[in-house]
Nanobody, 118 residues
Framework: QVQLLESGGGLVRPGESLTLSCVIS????????MGWYRQVPGKERELVAN???????NVADTVKGRFTISRDSAKNSVDLHMNNLKPEDTAVYYC????????????WGQGVEVTVSS
């Protein structure tokens, strides 16, 4: 069974940095995409950044130039590096993996809170 374990959230001040990490456990025969979404109360979950395999890396315009996404094959993780954080980045961040484990599935992590406040 595939599970996603997220870590790295917390409370930071504007301008500071955080790195979110999502470790993937379980067996995936193929990964089509891995990435991060975020959601605030009353709004739909939105894509922050993802890596398509094979294919491009997508980064939302709202975070372009501040956030980067990377994949660590040794750790089997996907990390979101967030710099120059702004109050509007406050949200619950979710890791998502799309791939094949006994058929095509979309897997979600439990979510990690990021709060940016002075």
């Amino acid at each position: 069974q595939v599970q996603l374990l997220e870590s790295g959230g917390g409370l930071v001040r504007p301008g500071e940095s955080l790195t979110l990490s999502c470790v993937i456990s379980g067996s995936l025969s193929r990964v089509n995409a891995m990435g991060w979404y975020r959601q605030v109360p009353g709004k739909e979950r939105e894509l922050v950044a993802n890596i398509i395999t094979p294919g491009p890396t997508n980064v939302a315009d709202t975070v372009k130039g501040r956030f980067t996404i990377s994949r660590d094959s040794a750790k089997n993780s996907v990390d979101l590096h967030m710099n120059n954080l702004k109050p509007e980045d406050t949200a619950v961040y979710y890791c998502q993996v799309r791939g094949y484990s006994g058929g095509f599935n979309v897997f979600w992590g439990q979510g990690v809170e990021v709060t940016v406040s002075s």
